[in-house]
């Protein structure tokens, strides 16, 4: 077997990229980078705690009111703040009025660091 010349890595389709740039990665393990996909991931999540369907979940209503806990909403800051790869402040999900308020507070400057 000839030695192998990792110039033809990218020929033979074997990715030199990091595990955040991998075209590997499956949707789901990338962080989320649009809004959209954000909202996507926070409804599927709250659609799961909740064992409802997705298309159940009201973005404009407050998290506590769609029945979440305290223990869901902190585990979820913390997820979604693994997920976009920042600090978020541990009470974010508390201090949001809805998935939708979410969102724009994500925005936000001083809202975790970029």
Partial sequence: MPDRNPADDDAVGISTATSRESPWLRPHDRPPSTDAE??????????AALAIPESAVDTGASLISLG??????????????ERLDRELPASLLFEVASIDDLLAALAAPGTGSP
């Fill in 38 to 47: 954000i909202r996507a991931w926070v409804v599927g999540k709250v659609a």
């Fill in 68 to 81: 979440l806990d305290s223990v869901t909403l902190f585990s979820m800051t913390g997820e979604l703040a």
